[in-house]
């Protein structure tokens, strides 16, 4: 039995779309929004190729470290590269992350998704995906001495 979802109509849709497979904890529904050979680069730089490595991805996403929390969209935009084509950019919220070790109740996170989408047989599927965090105060990323990787501001 195959399970039919929501499909985006416009690609305006398409960070709403997101969010609810999100908040409903449903990798098989996120992953029906992308193309079977879409990319998805994560906030730590993983890369996934397919969209069953994505669902794999978000699945164990949910399970283990996603479970409790909250994603809401703070503001997005949508530039038409061509009738069928658009970049979708969504700024979007992060809470209740799973806590890790020592750190019990992690900090509240913001997020730049982009979202390359195209649109087939009447909907928007995304082609690709790239998800950044938001380091307030920051301007780039580096590895210090002790190796440790963090977030600088040249201009302090």
């Known amino acids: 039995m195959t399970t039919t979802f929501k499909k985006a109509k416009e690609p305006g849709e398409i ?3 997101f969010v609810e497979a999100w908040m409903n904890r449903d990798a098989n529904m996120l992953s029906s929004l992308f193309t079977e050979e879409a990319e998805f680069v994560n906030v ?3 890369w996934w190729h397919n969209r069953k490595d994505i669902e794999r991805a978000h699945a164990y996403g949910f399970e283990n470290i996603f479970g409790e929390s909250d994603l809401r969209i703070m503001e997005s935009s949508v530039k038409y590269l061509h009738e069928d084509i658009a970049v979708v950019h969504a700024r979007m919220r992060l809470k209740n992350q799973t806590q890790k ?5 992690p900090s509240i996170r913001q997020n730049i998704f982009s979202f390359v989408v195209q649109k087939q ?8 995906a790239h998800n ?3 380091v307030p105060g920051a ?7 002790e190796g440790n990787f963090r977030s600088v501001n040249y201009r302090k």
């Open 132 to 134: 950044t965090d938001i």
């Open 121 to 128: 047989e009447g909907s928007w599927v995304w082609v690709s």
């Open 101 to 105: 070790g020592e750190v019990r109740t």
């Open 44 to 46: 730590v730089g993983l």
């Open 15 to 17: 960070p709403a779309l």
């Open 139 to 145: 301007e780039t990323n580096i590895i210090d001495e």
